[in-house]
């Protein structure tokens, strides 16, 4: 990580958890922390796995890794 002050290390990040909030935890209401937690845990999967992105050309995160890597 950078010096204090230098937020481009956290740029990642910061738009996972805008993502996350917005997709997820805005749109549902949880009765428990284990609730919370069990949802979180199938969104990341969703994230990684499922969700195409337009800039990875259409593909999950995951599939666009395997295609890199099989070139």
Do not use: W
Request: overall charge positive.
């Amino acid at each position: 990580m950078s010096r204090k002050g230098n937020c481009i290390d956290n740029a990642a990040m910061e738009s996972f958890f805008a993502v996350l909030k917005s997709e997820f935890f805005y749109l549902n209401k949880f009765s428990s922390v284990e609730e919370l937690q069990a949802g979180i845990k199938d969104y990341i999967h969703y994230y990684n796995h499922d969700r195409i992105k337009v800039k990875l050309k259409g593909l999950s995160p995951v599939q666009y890794r395997i295609q890199s890597l099989a070139t």
